[in-house]
T-cell receptor
């Protein structure tokens, strides 16, 4: 158990609505990541954080923003959800200097 | 950026059989990991193996960094081994993981 929780675990929303997904860790690791998983694409990095208020973009960041005001929480926001953002979203933490990453249980998001 | 290719894409085994999954990289290997995604969607860490060989029960992995590939061996497969196996490598100081497309394994009783 890597001490990572994600909420909500499932969400159905409508196109154009804002959505915020939360990742919470209990071990005060510095690095946190958001990935999305889609059929045919594997997992792809959306955004990551290397400390409180320190974030950067990944390879599929368009349409997403993130915030990290506390070490333990990393929020992913879809300002105006679109059907192309229907996906499973995983949060990960980097536990040690060797870059071994551990993943949360995932959030399944459906945008109608 | 680095490209990660996994083979085979799909594999069907009878319970008790052995298998080898392969991961090829287009660039040098830095922080290679193997994961198992079970049928419930959970990503489980199997190995952190930037080089060398590791074993954990019926599973073992070998990474040959100089030749840019890694192998995952599953011996005496069980139905609970079914799912998708991913390899991924972390790049640079940020540690962003680049994933392969996965190998879908089905173990039949």
């Amino acid at each position: 158990d890597a001490g990572i929780t994600q909420s909500p675990r499932h969400k159905v929303t409508e196109t154009g609505t804002p959505v915020t997904l939360r990742c919470h860790q209990t071990e005060n690791h510095r690095y946190m990541y958001w990935y999305r998983q889609d059929p045919g694409h594997g997992l792809r990095l959306i955004h990551y954080s290397y400390g409180v208020k320190d974030t950067d973009k990944g390879e599929v960041s368009d349409g997403y923003s993130v915030s990290r005001s506390k070490t333990e929480d990393f929020l992913l926001t879809l300002e105006s959800a679109t059907s192309s953002q229907t996906s499973v979203y995983f949060c990960a933490i980097r536990k040690n200097k060797d870059n071994e990453q551990f993943f949360g249980p995932g959030t399944r998001l459906t945008v109608l | 950026g680095i490209q990660v290719e996994q083979s085979p894409p799909d594999l069907i085994l009878q319970e008790g059989a052995n298998s080898t999954l392969r991961c090829n990289f287009s660039d040098s290997v830095n922080n290679l990991q193997w994961f198992h995604q079970n049928p419930w969607g959970q990503l489980i860490n199997l190995f952190y193996i930037p080089s060398g060989t590791k074993q954990n029960g019926r599973l073992s992995a070998t990474t040959v960094a100089t030749e840019r590939y890694s192998l995952l061996y599953i011996s005496s497969s069980q139905t609970t081994d079914s799912g998708v196996y991913f390899c991924a490598d972390g790049s640079g100081n940020t540690g962003k993981l680049i994933f392969g497309q996965g190998t879908t394994l089905q173990v039949k009783p």
